[in-house]
């Protein structure tokens, strides 16, 4: 499986992580398809994914992560925002690291069909985004949200 990773947002490589490896050792973690697939991850601000939010979703706001998923090989686009990932790892207690492993292992799941619009469908995907975050060696993001 290959990632692509677009870096639009530099305030991303301020956090000091390997940023391209450790986005692509996430997105591989989660990832249970095809292994000819192709994620593209963009890093981008807050600017940008509200743009994205009001043409697609209808929601004029930003969002933490969005995912648009294609026809293999193409699996899908994650989005992530800067701004909003880093408001949010403040407020919930968590290192940015932490809550941007999270973020993308959940639009990944997105782009294999899971989701949460039920009660049913959310428990599944959130008891499978934990188990993913512990194999990265991180808490279950859901503790204390």
């Known amino acids: 499986m290959q990632v692509d990773i ?13 940023l391209k490896t ?5 997105v591989q973690n989660a990832w249970h398809g095809s292994e000819d697939a192709v994620v593209s991850v963009v890093l981008a601000n807050n600017d940008f994914v509200h743009q994205l939010n009001k043409v697609y979703r209808g929601k004029d706001s930003p969002t933490n992560v969005l995912s648009f998923e ?16 880093q408001d949010e790892a403040k407020a919930q207690g968590k290192t940015f690291s932490a ?7 959940h639009g990944t799941l997105h782009l294999q069909g899971y989701d949460h ?3 049913k469908q959310a428990r599944k995907m959130e008891k ?18």
């Open 6 to 18: 677009q870096v639009l947002d530099k305030h991303f490589y301020l956090k000091r992580l390997f």
């Open 117 to 119: 619009l039920t009660e």
């Open 99 to 105: 809550h941007l492993a999270h973020l993308l292992t």
């Open 22 to 26: 450790f986005c692509r050792r996430v």
């Open 70 to 85: 294609n026809e293999l090989p193409l699996a899908g686009d994650i989005v992530v925002a800067y701004g909003v990932t």
């Open 128 to 145: 499978l985004e934990t188990k993913l975050m512990v194999q990265l060696g991180y808490a279950d993001p859901y503790k204390g949200v």
